[in-house]
């Protein structure tokens, strides 16, 4: 049987360290035990915790990442309009540059055909 291998791109590699620092950013400020750098001692603490803590840590844990989806879901919808408004700011502008082309277009055409006239 052949065996299947996945390579991961540096793409995939730079998009998915992109998306960790993300994680982290948001994390960080909702509950710090989750982010990548404390996993691992979180772990550890969890491990070590009664039954009954580790029942109260884990609740916490998962409201944590409901307020998480709710930042991420907030961050998105401010990204996605601050890149509408430049997206227009680029089109408003590409269209002056457009129009300020076909003026002086406009002006080189009327000169020439002035020249013409005046010879």
Known sequence: MKKITHTVSTADKEQAEGS????????????PDLTNANIDETKKKLDAMTED????TLERYT?????????LKEL???????????K?????????????EETSEMQKIEQ???????S
């Open 20 to 31: 960790l620092w993300m994680y982290d950013q948001l994390m960080k400020e909702i509950e």
């Open 88 to 100: 227009a700011e680029m089109n408003e502008m590409a269209l002056t540059l457009n129009a300020q």
């Open 76 to 86: 998105d919808t401010v990204l996605h309009m601050e890149a509408e408004e430049v």
């Open 63 to 71: 409201y944590a990442f409901v307020v998480y989806d709710e930042a």
């Open 53 to 56: 803590d580790r029942m109260v």
């Open 112 to 118: 020439s055909l002035h020249d013409e006239t005046q």
